[in-house]
């Protein structure tokens, strides 16, 4: 592998101050939080001064008194201000991508992906703000017409993870107030510089003091804020342990909740695909973002017949895989986003084999030029439903396959797991196709395409333990941040 040596360009790499956002005002607590780069723990990337639970008091306290107006504002007034984050993002797409891959470790191309996307959205639910409508129906009675319309529910608390820093909380805050909702962000303690970047970029938009507000810290910031009975809306992203304890805080409250959660999700490769495309779609789809992807084709099911090729081209295209600084542009795979989500892939990785998997590949931490939290990407092969690499969600550059006799038990191998948010099969047979959208249990399917990569105009979610509540993304979010009031009127 050739050396080279990241190019940062004119980019300003002192330590980004990040402050919380409450009623308009920057509040800087505490001594501050160092944020290292994953690529070269040498730099520190971002200073981060965490709130206090007085803090997340005075943001609900606020928001509920910028509710009423920001609600009665005009849609059109709404939608300029959302459009203008959109080109705000755009203008500043360089400076967000460059800090996204030095403070969470995406290879430049992706977080360069993850800031258009993020514009997109803005712009997207800009104009969903002008479509939101109602319905009018006649009664049942004579004389009396009726009117269903659709309101906004009050104050959002949005807990974002630190893998999708800028588009998640681009596809919970834009629809949050395009429906004219209050929003109150928390995201990861990990990636506080992209969420300090975003929210000057809503602050110079135009948002109003109170109606976006932004804060800083960990889990127990995040407790205080979806506890509060001040609070009407709960979104969290994140794992399935974490979504489960924000259930239960929100739990006897008549706060509504969306939690968009793990996944283990399978890719079946049929004996008739275009096996290239295929491969492709595994290798890119199982360890691209360095795995740490909801997503992931983290099992990939091959059909019997071309197993064994298909395992061999797999295990070659995995081993020249090119992990590397994010910023260097030959990098496929950048590193993992700390040294404790590092330990607990490592961990995971010593289960699996305890367990008797067959690591056929990598696994081991990688030095590079730069110190940072590097890991070959790893392969287990000839695996079993029940072995524990195909049962629990790791989170890093890491696969397994599964051998199936045929399409049935391909697709109940794929459907074996507590979660069903993604999954995939490649075939050229349209009755297979046909019956994995009729058999499969996952919130969303893809055919001849990767686990990974979706539209924000359409639904994003899963079921079982990958999900709860409404969708996100689509016009039909706004059914978790809306309320629908009938009206009835004697004529």
């Known amino acids: 592998m050739n050396v080279q040596t ?7 790499t002192r330590p980004l101050e990040c402050t919380s956002l409450i009623a308009g005002d920057r509040v800087r607590s505490g001594s501050g939080e160092e944020r290292r780069n994953p690529s070269d723990t040498s730099e ?12 997340v008091e005075h943001a609900v306290a606020a928001a509920r008194a910028a509710f009423p107006a920001w609600a009665e504002l005009t849609p059109q007034a709404r939608a300029d201000m959302l459009d203008r984050v959109g080109s705000l993002i755009q203008a500043r797409h360089g400076e967000l991508a460059t800090l996204l891959a030095r403070e969470e470790g995406k290879t430049l191309p992706e977080a360069r992906a993850e800031a ?3 514009a997109q959205l803005f712009k997207f639910f800009a104009g969903e703000a002008l479509r939101l409508g109602g319905r009018h129906v006649r009664s049942l009675r004579e004389r009396i017409e009726v009117d269903v319309i659709r309101e906004p529910v009050g104050i959002a608390a949005l807990v974002t993870p630190w893998n999708f820093p800028l588009s998640i909380p681009a596809w919970k805050l834009a629809p949050a107030l395009a429906y004219g909702n209050c929003a109150i962000l928390k995201p990861s303690e990990l990636t506080s510089g992209c969420a300090q970047l975003l929210s000057e970029i809503l602050v110079d938009a135009g948002i109003p003091a109170g109606v976006f507000q932004m804060v800083l810290g960990g889990g127990e910031v995040g407790s205080a804020l979806v506890a509060h009975r001040g609070v009407d809306l709960v979104s969290f992203t994140g794992s399935s342990a974490t979504g489960r304890a924000i259930a239960r805080l929100v739990e006897g409250r008549q706060a509504q909740l969306q939690l968009e959660l793990g996944g283990k999700n399978p890719l079946i490769v049929m004996a008739d ?9 595994a290798v890119k789809g199982a360890f691209y973002s360095t795995g740490q992807r909801c997503t992931a084709s983290s099992r990939i099911i091959v059909e019997e017949p071309v197993a064994d090729r298909f395992t061999s081209a ?7 895989l090119e992990v590397g600084h994010a910023l260097v542009a030959t990098s496929q795979i950048g590193p993992l986003v700390s040294e404790r989500q590092l330990d607990g892939v490592q961990a995971s990785l010593l289960s699996a084999q305890g367990a008797g998997s067959e ?20 392969l287990f092969v000839d695996t079993k439903p029940d072995e524990f690499v195909n049962r629990h969600e790791i989170f890093g550059p890491v696969a397994s396959v599964l051998r199936a006799s045929g399409l049935d038990e391909a697709i109940a191998i794929a459907n074996d797991t507590p979660y069903g948010l993604s999954a995939g099969i490649y075939t050229a047979s349209h009755a297979a196709m046909t019956a994995f959208k009729q058999r499969s249990t996952a919130g969303m399917l893809m055919i001849n395409l990767q686990t990974v990569g ?5 639904p994003f979610g899963g079921n079982g333990e990958s ?5 996100e993304m689509g016009p039909e979010v706004a059914s978790f941040f809306t309320r629908s009031r009938t009206i009835y009127t004697a004529g």
Request: charged share 20%; net charge neutral; no cysteine.
């Open 314 to 320: 797999l295990l070659s295209r995995v081993q020249a």
């Open 6 to 12: 990241p190019m940062i360009g004119m980019q300003d």
């Open 454 to 458: 979706t539209d924000y105009h359409v």
């Open 467 to 471: 999900g709860y509540g409404v969708r």
């Open 273 to 281: 695909a275009d096996l290239d495309a295929a491969l492709d779609a």
């Open 116 to 118: 258009t996307k993020s």
């Open 359 to 378: 690591l056929a590949w990598g696994g081991k931490r990688l030095e590079q030029p730069t110190a940072g939290h590097f890991m070959a990407p790893a």
């Open 44 to 55: 520190v990337v971002s200073l981060a001064f965490h709130a206090k639970a007085r803090d």
